[in-house]
């Protein structure tokens, strides 16, 4: 079964998600910054680490990036969506442990558990999303 992993489908998966995600990021620090006045980045920062509703409107963010990327790479594999899409999930939980540990105090314990916990599960979504498009059937085991 590894044998019908596409390495070039997960890596552009992965690379969807990952880049996707930190564009996304920046779009959405500029909207609330814009929206809230905020007057410095550290300010903006503080901001939207004390606010639930925005770590939380973060976490779905990435989240559905992480889902896009997992599809696109199952959509280019053309088989074995699920196999690629949890490949994209486990490059990306990865990549997650590494930023978490570069600042852990970039968010709260709270929402840097439920991303590294719901990343897998994200990626899983887009693959079975391709899944069913494609028409594989209902399930793939």
Known sequence: ????????????????????TLIVGLLFDAAVS????????????????????????QLALGLALTAIGAYVAAHIAKKEPLLHAFAVGVISTAIGFIFVFSAPEGAPFWAEAAGLLLTIPAA???????????GDGETQA
């Open 1 to 20: 079964m590894s044998s019908d992993l596409n390495v070039r489908a997960v890596v552009i998966g992965a690379l969807v998600d990952t880049i996707g």
């Open 34 to 57: 814009a929206a809230y006045a905020a007057p410095s980045p550290d300010a903006l920062a503080a901001m939207v680490y004390h606010s639930v509703p925005l770590q939380l409107a």
């Open 124 to 134: 899983f979504v887009g693959g079975q999303v391709r899944h069913v498009l494609a």
